[in-house]
């Protein structure tokens, strides 16, 4: 069974740096695009940033010039570095991975996500 287990969040002012993680654990063959989505209260959950397999970048408008995802093949790991943040930003993020398992189709998993909160 995947697992995909977040960790990094927290409480920042604006202004300040945190550097999210999400490792993926489990009989897995091969790991595609990986992502990170956020959702505030009240809103739809919404695309942060994305990596592909060949490392191609696809980032928000909102985030763009301060958040940077980053992945480390060998330990099946995507990283989300968030500098200047904004109140706005505050939200529970999510990572997502499209995953091949060993005998097994192409999956999308979800972590459980991290809340990051923001204070002015």
């Known amino acids: 069974q995947v697992q995909l287990v977040e960790s990094g969040g927290g409480l920042v002012q604006a202004g300040g740096s945190l550097r999210l993680s999400c490792a993926a654990s489990?009989?897995?063959?091969?790991?595609?695009?990986m992502g990170w989505y956020r959702q505030a209260p009240g809103k739809q959950r919404e695309l942060v940033a994305l990596?592909?397999?060949?490392?191609?970048?696809n980032s928000a408008e909102s985030v763009k010039g301060r958040f940077t995802i980053s992945r480390d093949n060998a330990k099946n790991t995507v990283y989300l570095q968030m500098n200047s943040l904004k109140p706005e930003d505050t939200a529970v993020y999510y990572c997502?991975?499209?995953?091949?398992?060993?005998?097994?189709?192409?999956?999308?998993?979800w972590g459980q996500g991290t809340q990051v909160t923001v204070s002015s």
């Open positions: 997502n991975g499209e995953i091949k398992e060993y005998g097994e189709s192409w999956h999308y998993y």
């Open positions: 489990g009989n897995i063959f091969r790991i595609n695009d």
């Open positions: 990596i592909t397999g060949g490392g191609s970048l």
